[in-house]
Nanobody, 120 residues
């Protein structure tokens, strides 16, 4: 059974930083691409960032609206993916959810999310 533990969401002020964590059990972590998505108020869920599996070189990609501010890090030893979020803006407010996609397949697993609120 696949199990996600997401954490790190909080209320912060604009300009501050947060680090989200997503630990996954029940999968062979090294065979999965890990992504972060978010759902902000009034919008549909949107993709934030992806880090490919270690066997695919762990390449990282980011949505334009977070480039230069967010960094995704995969720790295969801990079955965990992190999202370091710097210079947070009120528009970053939302529920951030982790997704695991098995490489070379359409097998997907989703976490339940962690809430981030950026407000003065």
């Amino acid at each position: 059974q696949v199990h996600f533990v997401e954490s790190g969401g909080a209320l912060v002020q604009p300009g501050e930083s947060l680090r989200l964590s997503c630990e996954v059990s029940g999968i062979t972590f090294e065979n999965y691409h890990m992504s972060w998505y978010r759902q902000t108020p009034g919008k549909e869920r949107e993709w934030v960032s992806t880090v490919l599996s270690i066997s695919d070189g762990s390449a990282k990609t980011y949505a334009d609206f977070v480039k230069g501010r967010f960094t995704v890090v995969m720790d295969n030893a801990k079955n965990t993916v992190y999202l370091q979020m710097d210079n947070l803006k009120p528009d970053d407010t939302g529920v951030y959810t982790c997704r695991a996609r098995r490489q070379y397949s359409d097998i997907l697993y989703w976490g339940k999310g962690t809430r981030v609120i950026v407000a003065s």
